[in-house]
C-alpha cells in the first residue's frame, strides 16, 4: 500500500480537550511525531466566561482564566504522556470553537489528529460534528482516532478526566 506523502514541514496538530478518546489521540500523535521526527502541537479550544464561578469562588478575569486553562492543558498533557514525551509536544490555546481552531491549524500543520467524539454530552449528541467539519475543511491529512479503540472501563471515567485538569466550560 502506498503512503500518501505529508507536506515536508509542518507539525503534528492533536485537538485536546479533555475526553478519553483526545486522550488516544494524543498518544498516537506523540507516537506518530517520535516516528517522523515531527513535533507535536497539542491544541486546546475554549471559551472565556466572565460571570463563571461557584458559591465559594468569585468570576476570574480573562487573563486568569487563561492561565488555568494553560496550566490544565500542560498538566493534562502531562499526565497522559508522562514528563518526558517520545515527541517535542508545544502548546496552543485558542479561544474558539474547536473546529474553527483545528481548521485554522491544519492550514500550517502536516497532519491534523483528533478523537471521533468530543468531551460532553451536546457533542456526543451531534455525533462528532467538530470531526465531520475538519474532515470537510482542513487543509492537512485528518486523522480520525475512533471512539471504539477507548477502553470501556475508561470511557465510564471521561468525564472525570477534563474536568480534573482543564477548568471552565469546554466547546
Do not use: F
Not at 503512503?3 to 506523540?30: C, F
Not at 454530552?121 to 455525533?127: A, E, K
Request: glycine share 8%; net charge negative.
Amino acid at each position: 500500500m502506498n503512503k500518501l506523502p505529508l507536506p515536508e514541514h509542518g507539525e503534528i496538530v492533536v485537538g485536546v480537550d479533555g475526553s478519553e478518546v483526545s486522550a488516544v489521540a494524543l498518544r498516537w500523535a506523540v507516537g506518530e511525531g517520535a516516528r517522523s521526527g515531527r513535533a507535536v502541537r497539542a491544541l486546546h479550544a475554549w471559551t472565556y466566561d466572565p460571570l463563571r464561578g461557584t458559591q465559594t469562588s468569585p468570576p476570574v478575569s480573562a487573563h486568569e482564566a487563561r492561565v488555568a486553562q494553560r496550566q490544565g492543558l500542560e498538566k493534562l498533557v502531562s499526565a497522559l504522556v508522562g514528563d518526558e514525551p517520545a515527541a517535542t509536544i508545544r502548546y496552543e490555546l485558542a479561544e474558539d470553537t474547536p473546529a474553527n481552531a483545528l481548521v485554522r491549524a491544519s492550514r500550517t500543520a502536516a497532519m491534523l489528529v483528533l478523537g471521533s467524539h468530543g468531551y460532553g454530552r451536546l457533542l456526543q449528541l451531534l455525533l462528532g460534528s467538530v470531526s465531520t467539519q475538519c474532515l470537510r475543511e482542513a487543509t492537512c491529512p485528518v486523522v480520525i482516532i475512533p471512539v471504539r479503540t477507548v477502553p470501556e472501563e475508561s470511557a465510564d471515567q471521561s468525564e472525570t478526566l477534563a474536568g480534573d485538569y482543564l477548568p471552565g466550560p469546554l466547546l
